[in-house]
Every structure is written in C-alpha cells, then in structure tokens.
C-alpha cells in the first residue's frame, strides 16, 4: 500500500462553522472551534469515525501484526531504576518486561532483590493508573505517593507504611505539578496544591503551599504560603537535610527562571524572600548550616555553582565557574558536587570538592547519557543510569570517595549492538547556525537516497535531546530504517543563549533548523523526500505540524504526537497560559501576528497536496488538550489536494504521555511504524 494508490479518502464529516477572532486588528476564522468541546456528543461521534478510519486503514498494512510482535519480543526483557538508598534501606524499580508499570521494591541488601512495596499494574485493570510521584521519610518509615489515572497532570497522593506495605488513612487530591518533601522528624511533609474546581471547571491558577500532618484530614492542613495576587505562581518545597530549612522554590510559567524562599523551621519564622525576581534561575543544592549552594545562571547562561551566607545574601561567592559546556544537573553526595554537563548533546560528568577544586571526572561508558546521582551529603555511594541509541539503560553503582562505577544491573535485550552505529554531524541552518544531529543506523547502511529516515526534534522549553535506547528505534533500525535526532534551538543544549534563539519572536529558527537537517539529510543522500518521516511530540507537534504546513514538498510523511497546532488559543486552556514564556500570547497584537503566521491549523491551504500524515492523540490529555489535534485533522483532511492519507489516531484512557501502559505503547508505536512502511515508498 502505497500513499498514491490509497485512493480517495472517505473522511468523517466535520462542519465548518462561522466564527472568527477579531486579535485586536488581525481577523482569523476558526471554522472546527466545535471540537474543542472533547465531551460533546458531536465530537465523540466525529471522534469515533476517526478512529474507525484510522483502523481500517492500518489493519490492511501486511507488516502492521509483525512489528507489533516484534516490539513485544524486544520489550520483554527486565529493566530497573537507579536505587534511592534512604536510612536503612535501598528502593528501586524494575519491570519484569512486559508489565504495563514498573514496580517499587524495597530491601535491606542489593545482594536481595527484597519485596513489593507498591505495584501500580494492580491498581487497575489495564495499567492506566500510574505513579505519580514519590518520597520518602528521613527514617524510610513511611512513603508518600501520587497516583495519576489516565495520564492526567492530577494526582492523588496516599502514605504507605513500607514494614507492612498498608495505607494510611491520609488522601490529599487536587495535587498537580507539585512533590512533596517530609519533616526530618517524619512528623508530615509540605506539598503544593490548586483549589477544587468549581463546577467541573479545573483551576491552574493561585497554587498554594500547604503542611500536612501524618494522620489528619486534607481539610485540616497548615497553609504555608499564597499569593492572592499572583495567580501564576506555583510553589515547590523542599527540607534542607539539616531539617532546619523549607526551601521554597517561587516559578511562574515554563522559563527556568524562578525566586527563591525560606523558612527557617525551627525557629518557626516567617517566610523569607532570599532572592526575588524571574531574571535568573536558581537550583538549591545543599547547606552547610546558614551557607547555603545554588547552582545559577546569574552572570553565567551555561550555569555555575555559587554560595550565600543568609546573614549576607547580597555577597554570593563563586565555588564553581561557568564551563564551555551547559550544566545540565548537580547533585551534592558524599561531601563532593558530581555536576553532568552537555557537551555537543551528550553527558560528561565532573566530581568537585564543596570549595570548588575538581577532583576527576565520572568515567562513562561511551558517548551517551547519564542520570541519576541522587543522595545525601553522608552518603558514600550513589546510582546512575547510563544509556545511548545503541546501548540500553545500565544501572551503575559509584563509589563517591574512591570515583569507581561498577555495574548493578545490564539489561540483556534481544538484539547486536555491534551491529548499529550512531554518528553526529554539525548541519548550517538557514542563518549559519550549526546545529547538531545525530544518525543512528546499521553499519555499513549505504548512502543511496534510499533509505526510509526519521527524523525527530523538539526544539523548545530549554529541553535537551540526549542519546537514549529505545526499543521503538531498534526496531526501526532492524527493518533497515535509519534514525536522526535534531538538536534545535529552543531546546537547553547550549544553555539560556540557545533556548532563547528558539522562543516567542525567533520561534521560526526551530523550524528552519528542522528543514535545514531534513534537506541536509536528502543532499547527502541519508534518504530521499519520499523516504523521509519527521516525528514529534507536544512542542515537537508543534514542530511537526509547522513544518508539514511549510514545507509539505520536503517530507514523505509526517507523525505529529499530542501537538500544540493551535498557537492563537493555547493559553486558554488547563495549564496552556503556562507556555506564553516560550510562545507569546496573540493577547499581544504583535505576538498574535507572529504566532499566526507559523500556527498549523492557520497554515493550512486547500487543494495543497500534503504527505501522508497520522495525527496522534489521547481523550485525557489535560496538558495538550485533544481540541489543538482534532481541528488540525479536520482542516488537514478537507484541505488535502492529493490522495495521501490524512489520518487520526486517538488513543482512550490516556494523557499526554507520562504513565502509558506498555501495551497501549505498543499498539501505539507498531500503528505510526506500519503505516510510515505503508507510506514511505
């Protein structure tokens, strides 16, 4: 089956309405405003047809069950989690291969692989209950954890008794970007949190901090901190190790800028107001009494270590300076700052002393990514991940004092990964930019113009693209297929300076450093335009669906995932208004002109032939709302002026992503790569 021979395509009906939005002087129509209501009868109905398209179409791809096992197969192998150690004990999570949710343990000994602390595939039928978030009590006595059904932002949160393994009575709700952070005491713990909404309308305004103690109601919990006057704030919280600070971390929106607070816990003070302002990005590290470590990118885009004495807060001290490279995290663990830099994409990780004199660095497998490195000040040892296109996730153990890893568990997946080979080059964009991307494939794969490639980007919110296997690319790579990865400007690869090239008014740099690797890709004979996917998810929706609309000449097919294709009206829905950092807002006349003229539902054109194309999408995602998809599928399908399929995929009992069951990510990835085998031609 081939774009070209799929014929006419029957495309559920979709009406167009008469409205239009008067953006202070810029008229725009918006004729499927309807299927913003995802709950109306009409919608479900169009909904329902869509998917029924979708499915007959995919059913009679030959390949379509064969991948499908196959990815089942490379997915069954066993896969674990960096350990937290916490008082006396280790916890971790592993998935045994092919259940839809990882699994918490808890033991005394890594030598014993211990017992169940909490299995979330038992807490519902098909695995759409996830764990949301966890922490646990300075003396490991207790876990607080936040479920998340259906992939929705709102969780739940309940206290386990890890000896027992039983609930407490305690359940806070309403809880969404927020984790919580107990008393040293083990007495409760502080957590953020949004009002009830009000008649089936959900609030993502005026969060509020709040002190829960173990063993009360909700209901009765100690506010912290609000501001009636600051409806974007939101609060996180967090008890320094001394138990003698609540760090309050002030954010507004998705720039890495944010305040800081505190509160001095013994003394029962009032909050403090340590630094003020959105201009600067500070992450608290550590104290030593009232010295207290942040790593900040005051004076410094690509970040650096400094410290501040409370009783002199305007007279920071340098501890570590800013590098060549971006710093991408900083742990403080056993007396030492591990910090991991991003150096052209891919992690290098670097040991200091709390004065600033480097001691080494972590000596990492190979060109890849690492994470992890959490701990306390006393603790001696602390866990990584490591991982790559070609390698699957390593757990290590490192040795603090000594620098030593040593391998805790090597997954054994079904595959050679001798045979795959990743390489990176430095492609110029439209204005000279050298932008990084990376290309996976089989060794010895021949430079043809023939190759099926896709190629995926994100490009925003200071978001780093790092290596990382996924069983989805080996897959690709086994049916012959090559795989690239774009490092966009808007993303956090080159710090503040590189994120900010890529936002508000210079959004359109993302979009011309995607094509540029595309065209790059076809010049240098990688693949051809007609063996050319592009692929992305939420902002790389966004990114997909511009470039579908700018260039639909340059791509064979495209795969836009739970997108933002809706730039004029994003800010008015959930957690949307959150975005205008990185977008701008069409409240803004001038923002409005630039985001309709890159917007992808405003940029399609009738009688355009565009390529193949599958739009995906959940029910419940309640970051990227269904709504932004469904009037982008609408209008692509009526305005298609060639016979390539226009297809929408809506996934149900699912979010924006986070916590998806493996079975529905299977199903998921087995349809977006049968129907690329179907197209790519």
Known sequence: ??????????????????????????????????????????????????????????????????????LTKLWN???????????????????DGLQNQAVLYVTASLDDPGKVLLDPNTLSADGTVALGGYAFSEDARFMAYGLAKSGSDWTEWKVRDVATGKDLEDKLEWIKFSGVSWKKDGSGFFYSRYDEPREGKESNYFQKLFWHKLGTRQSDDTLIYKRDDEKEWGFGAEVTEDGRYLIISVWKGTDPKNQVFYQDLTAGGPVVELFRGFERGWDFLEN?????????????????????????PEALAEVVPQAEETIESVHAVGGRLLIAYLKDAHTVVRVFDLDGKRLGDVA?????????????????ETFYAYTSYTAPTTIYRYDVANNVSTVWKRPKVDFDPDAYESRQVFVPSKDGTKVPLTIASKKGVKLDGKNRLILYGYGGFNVSLTPYFSVETLAW???????????LRGGGEYGEPWHKAGTRHRKQNVFDDFVACAEWLVANDWTSRSRLAIEGASNGGLLVGACLTQR???????????????????????????????????DDPEDAKVLRAYSPYHNVKAGTHYPPTMITTADHDDRVVPGHSFKFAAALQAAQGGEAPILARIE??????????????????????????????
């Open 288 to 312: 030593e009494g009232t010295t207290f470590f942040f790593k900040t990118d005051l004076d410094a885009p690509r970040g650096r270590i400094v410290k501040v004495d409370l009783a002199k």
């Open 1 to 70: 089956m081939t774009a070209g021979c799929a014929g006419t395509m029957n495309y559920p009906e979709a009406k167009k309405v008469d409205q239009k939005d008067d953006y202070k002087g810029l008229v725009v129509e918006d004729p499927y405003r309807w299927l913003e209501d995802t709950d109306s009868a009409e919608t479900k109905t169009w909904v329902e047809k869509e998917n029924e398209l979708t499915a007959s179409f995919l059913e009679k791809i030959p390949q379509r069950q064969e991948i499908k096992e196959r």
């Open 477 to 487: 790579l086994e049916r012959g297929g090559v795989y690239a990865v774009a490092n």
């Open 552 to 586: 639909p000449d340059l791509f064979g097919a495209a795969l836009p995932d739970v997108g933002v294709m809706d730039m004029l009206r994003f800010q008015k829905f959930t957690i949307g208004w959150a975005w205008v950092d990185d977008y701008g807002s069409s």
């Open 652 to 681: 149900t009992k699912a979010g924006h992503g986070a916590g998806l069951p493996l079975t529905k990510a299977i199903e998921k990835i087995a349809d977006q790569l049968a129907f690329l085998e179907a197209v790519l031609r």
């Open 364 to 380: 990492l497998p190979g060109i890849g990514s690492a994470s992890g490195f959490g701990g306390k000040k006393t603790d001696k």
């Open 77 to 95: 192998y066993e896969r674990y989690g960096a350990p937290d150690h916490v008082a006396d004990r280790y916890f971790y999570f592993k998935n």
